[in-house]
Structures are given as structure tokens and as C-alpha cells.
């Protein structure tokens, strides 16, 4: 168990939909990562935030959109949905966020299906 | 353009010996690079990693090779167990870019 807890586990929603999907980071960490992985890829970085502020942004789809909140659990929202957002979406978490040799501690992640 | 590359979609390895997972990346910028390991239904977790001044580190039965000149980095367990079946991604950071992963190897070792 990382430590890092994401919700829904699973999510499947139809076109055009909007969804919402949880992380809370490992206790004490500030920064919050979130991955996209779609099938026979790797993971896509969407965006990282460091204790509620946007650090870095990665090929994130402007129907993306991502915060942090005070209690430093993330939200991602993904809106319009399309057929090809159907993906894993994992969260990461670590203390600074500033250090490619910080460990990225990842969750269990949530699997949606687009139908 | 896919700045890190692991060629293996997959690899099938007996059990007591050798895997070797191969990966190469293509952005002079990165100076850190990971393995990440990840089992069904869980979120990758970090295996090892090696910084650019080093050309290999070992932690038990896993040791990363890191080739600059070639832009290649391995990892190497020995000896395999059927518990280390998984998929393998390697990742490198560096120049304050974000982690750059692999689209990852498939690992089954056979009993």
C-alpha cells in the first residue's frame, strides 16, 4: 500500500459526460501528480501540483482541468468525454515536487471506460 | 516522438535466470533515470534508479546499467522469480522536465 488513495477504482460513463476523479496524497506529501495511461502506452503526465498551486503541465486536453485543494487532496475533471479517454488515470504523490529524485508514490488509479 | 523507448513489448525468463530489460531515450537533458514496477490492478511502485554520474547501481538482486554514450540504460535481476513477473517502465527526468515513462515490458517469469 502506497499510501495514496484514488477514486473512484473504476468509471464508466457515455460520450460527452463530465467526470470527476480523486486523489489524496501520502500523508505530509504536497505535491500531487496525475498520469494518463491508455492502452499499450505509457504514462502520459498530465499535470502536477505542489501544496494547491500548478507546478508543471504536461499534454493535458484543455477539457482537462485539474486543483488542489487546501487539505491537498487533487481532483482531475474531464469533461466532453471522448471514446479515446477511456484510460487508466493514475495520481502520484511526493513530499517537494522539485526533485526528479524524489520517489513518485503512485495510487491503485482509476479505470474509465467511455462507452 | 517518443523520448524513451523500451523496444520489448515483452519478455518470457526462466526461473533462476537472468532478466534483462532494455531501454534508450533520446534526450541528451536527462540525468536521472528510474524502473518502475507494476502488477495488475495496482499502481506502479519504484524499483531502482541511477543518476547520470553513475554507471550502475545495485540494490539486491536488481542492478541498473546506465550507457551515456549510447543513450541506453538496462536492468538486470538476477536471479528472476515468478514473483518479479510484472510490467517493467522506465522512466528518466532531467533539464526540469517532468518524468518521462516507457510504454513498459512485460516480465513473466516461468516456474
Known amino acids: 500500500d502506497s499510501g495514496v488513495t484514488q477514486t473512484p477504482k473504476h468509471l464508466i460513463t457515455a460520450t460527452g459526460q463530465r467526470v470527476t476523479l480523486r486523489c489524496s496524497p501520502r500523508?505530509?506529501?504536497?505535491?500531487v501528480y496525475w498520469y494518463q495511461q491508455s492502452l499499450d502506452q505509457g504514462l502520459q503526465f498530465l499535470i502536477q501540483?505542489?501544496?494547491?498551486?500548478?507546478?508543471a503541465k504536461g499534454n493535458i486536453l484543455e477539457r482537462f482541468s485539474a486543483q488542489q485543494f487546501p487539505d491537498l487532496h487533487s481532483e482531475l475533471n474531464l469533461s466532453s468525454l471522448e471514446l479515446g479517454d477511456s484510460a487508466l488515470y493514475f495520481c502520484?504523490?511526493?513530499?517537494?515536487?522539485?526533485?526528479?529524485?524524489?520517489?513518485?508514490?503512485f495510487g491503485p488509479g482509476t479505470r474509465l471506460l467511455v462507452l | 516522438d517518443q523520448q524513451v523507448k523500451q523496444n520489448s513489448p515483452s519478455l518470457s525468463v526462466q526461473e533462476g535466470r537472468i532478466s534483462i530489460l532494455n531501454c534508450d531515450y533520446t534526450?541528451?537533458?536527462?540525468?536521472?533515470f528510474l524502473w518502475y514496477k507494476k502488477y495488475p490492478a495496482e499502481g506502479p511502485t519504484f524499483l531502482i534508479s541511477?543518476?547520470?554520474?553513475?554507471d550502475k547501481n545495485e540494490d539486491g538482486r536488481f542492478t541498473v546499467f546506465l550507457n551515456k554514450s549510447a543513450k541506453h540504460l538496462s536492468l538486470h535481476i538476477v536471479p528472476s522469480q515468478p514473483g518479479d513477473s510484472a510490467v517493467y517502465f522506465c522512466?528518466?527526468?532531467?533539464?526540469?522536465?517532468?518524468?518521462?515513462f516507457g510504454k513498459g515490458t512485460r516480465l513473466s517469469v516461468i516456474a
Open positions: 502520484a504523490s511526493t513530499p517537494l515536487g522539485g526533485l526528479a529524485e524524489e520517489t513518485q508514490y
Open positions: 500523508s505530509g506529501d504536497l505535491s
Open positions: 501540483y505542489y501544496n494547491g498551486e500548478e507546478r
Open positions: 534526450n541528451s537533458m536527462f540525468d536521472y
Open positions: 541511477i543518476s547520470s554520474i553513475k
Open positions: 522512466a528518466a527526468a532531467g533539464g526540469n522536465t517532468p518524468l518521462v
